[in-house]
């Protein structure tokens, strides 16, 4: 079983900076991309930015400049530094990750279960 779990979400004020953390668990054989995605009520699901093994990394237009991704391989962790941040940020940020659980298993797409992120103006 693997599993991710997120944390570091909560309330700010518009400008305000917050760091998404995500750790995936249990039986891993190698973690491919890790990422991040959000969703605000009444909207889809959409790519925050998501890194890949060998570190590059993408972002949405609507974050980057105020968004940093990073990863700690020995850890399969993925965090999301998050700052100068606006109401329009406000949503549920899931942590998602390409792992491989096993010899003879394909990769597959795991996901947290999500922390909220409010912020208010």
């Known amino acids: 079983q693997v599993q991710l779990v997120e944390s570091g979400g909560g309330s700010v004020q518009a400008g305000g900076s917050l760091r998404l953390s995500c750790t995936a668990s249990?039986?891993?054989?190698?973690?491919?991309?890790m990422g991040w995605y959000r969703q605000a009520p009444g909207k889809e699901r959409e790519l925050v930015a998501r890194v890949g093994s060998s570190t590059s990394t993408v972002y949405a237009d609507s974050v980057k400049g105020r968004s940093t991704i990073s990863r700690d391989n020995a850890k399969n962790t993925v965090y999301l530094q998050m700052t100068s941040l606006k109401p329009e940020d406000t949503a549920v940020y899931y942590c998602?990750?390409?792992?491989?659980?096993?010899?003879?298993?394909?990769?597959?797409?795991?996901w947290g279960q999500g922390t909220q992120v409010t912020v208010s103006s």
């Open positions: 998602n990750a390409q792992i491989l659980p096993g010899l003879g298993h394909p990769y597959r797409n795991y």
């Open positions: 249990g039986s891993i054989l190698r973690v491919n991309d």
